[in-house]
């Protein structure tokens, strides 16, 4: 915006000195020419009577009346000429010809490099009845435009001159305006970049009573209004998340009872006939789903509250994903690409959890074969979890390790609660090494099926600690 005034103030400066500077000379020009031609008229009235079929005397006499110091001058009469003050050569073809044709003419020349104005007119013979006739006389004359031309060159070193100092002068009113204009601006700017950050204090200082102090005040007023909506959402968030952990805590004891009385119902189940058995069977297993379901909100409510931590350990990887699988009983069921061994520096159980959630899913969700494959180099650890079935549909991508949530809707709540895999997304992000943080991220293979990729530091550092 600046610039853009500038040049418009350098523009109209320009233009306006240009056109003062083309109107001024215009003016000392004509003023010029018209007092040449009138003093012409005026001198020449003294040479008449004018001789008939006059000679080179009478042609330098006549030019002698109309010359002075200042100027030069020339009469000719068919072909003869008074002298050579001013050479043939020095007339304009067009200037002889108005001549010739009865005018007084005039036209600005430059004769050896100075800028002069040459006068031509014909002399008449005025007869008594008030008729005219030429008399073939010719007289031009010249005079210098030196001393105009030096006006008009101050001229335009005023022009410009005065032109430079106007447009200083409408450079420092924009730098004026522009910083009581644009500081706002980007004291505004900066307020709402800040604002996005998250740091929702942030307020502008008004200033006076126009356009600009109305927005400041508009911004803190929604700022504040934004700050008061945050706070209240943050508090409801953690009454919820602490609603779920007492009642997690609160469900665990009943949940005890509950499956110890579905341990008794399985053994008598297999004895139990028709709905009797059914029945037993449902109860145990829905106790067992409730048990699944309570333990991983008590989970959530951990990474909710910032209390999760790691119980680290060097233990070799290979191994514990090899008993992982065995003690689900998975071990015959996939193809795992696993080296003789791996060390690394991070929590077993977390680690466990992670490996199961991804394989169970992969069994459960996906189609065979399901593969794992697990590589470290020496800083990173990768397992890598994938099936050969349809793979994950592109909107689910984006949600696919949020809370509760389900790629099919239709599915009954038996299948499962929809916290595995965020619970662990969040075992891996537990881990970290300095700057570098575990993460488990979801994507399609490009000939089918789900890919789920665990990348972990190989010295995992503490995160946090345990609440009992």
Avoid: C
């Amino acid at each position: 915006m600046l610039l853009a005034f500038v040049l418009l103030s350098a523009v109209t400066a320009a233009g306006v000195a240009g056109g003062i500077y083309v109107q001024a000379r215009d003016t000392i020009l004509q003023s010029a020419q018209d007092s040449a031609v009138e003093e012409l008229k005026s001198r020449l009235s003294t040479v008449y009577p004018l001789p008939g079929n006059p000679g080179r005397t009478e042609l330098a006499d006549i030019a002698a009346a109309v010359s002075d110091r200042d100027s030069a001058a020339v009469a000719t009469y068919r072909g003869l000429r008074s002298g050579d003050d001013i050479e043939a050569a020095d007339i304009p073809e067009d200037l002889r010809r108005a001549v010739h044709g009865g005018d007084i003419a005039w036209q600005r020349v430059v004769r050896y490099g100075v800028p002069g104005l040459i006068v031509g007119t014909p002399l008449l013979i005025v007869h008594p009845d008030g008729t005219t006739t030429a008399s073939g006389i010719e007289v031009y004359t010249t005079r210098s435009l030196v001393p105009q031309e030096r006006s008009i060159d101050q001229l335009a070193t005023t022009a410009w001159t005065l032109a430079g100092g106007a447009l200083a002068l409408a450079i420092l009113l924009a730098l004026v305006a522009a910083r009581s204009v644009l500081r706002p601006a980007r004291e505004l700017d900066q307020a709402a970049r800040r604002l996005g950050a998250g740091r929702l204090q942030t307020r502008i200082a008004v200033r006076g009573s126009d356009e600009l102090a109305g927005v400041a005040r508009t911004f803190n007023n929604t700022a504040a209004e934004l700050e008061r909506h945050v706070e209240q959402l943050t508090a409801m968030e953690a009454d919820a998340r602490r609603f779920v952990a007492d009642v997690s805590h609160e469900l665990r004891t009943p949940l005890a009872a509950l499956t110890a009385v579905a341990d008794v119902l399985d053994e008598e189940a297999a004895q139990m006939s028709g709905d009797a058995g059914r029945a037993a069977r449902l109860v145990s297993s829905e106790t067992r789903n409730l048990s699944r379901l309570v333990d991983d909100l008590l989970e959530i409510s951990r990474f909710d509250s910032g209390v999760a931590s790691l119980a680290l350990d060097e233990i070799d990887v290979t191994r514990l994903v090899q008993a992982s699988l065995r003690t689900r009983g998975w071990l015959e069921l996939v193809d795992a690409d696993l080296p003789a061994t791996i060390r690394a520096h991070l929590d077993p159980r977390r680690m466990d959890v992670v490996v199961a959630n991804l394989v169970g899913n992969a069994l459960k969700h996906g189609e065979p074969p399901v593969s794992v494959r697990l590589h470290a180099d020496d800083d990173w650890l990768t397992l890598v979890v994938r099936d050969h079935g349809p793979g994950l549909d592109p909107s689910v991508l984006p949600h696919v390790f949020d809370r509760f949530y389900k790629a099919d809707a239709a599915r009954t709540r038996s299948d499962g609660s929809g916290l595995g895999l965020a619970i662990a997304r969040e075992n891996a992000r537990l881990h970290h090494d300095g700057g570098r943080q575990g993460d488990l991220t979801a994507a399609n293979a490009p000939d089918g099926g789900a890919v789920f990729s665990l990348r972990l530091p190989r010295r995992a550092g503490t995160a946090g600690k345990e609440d009992g």
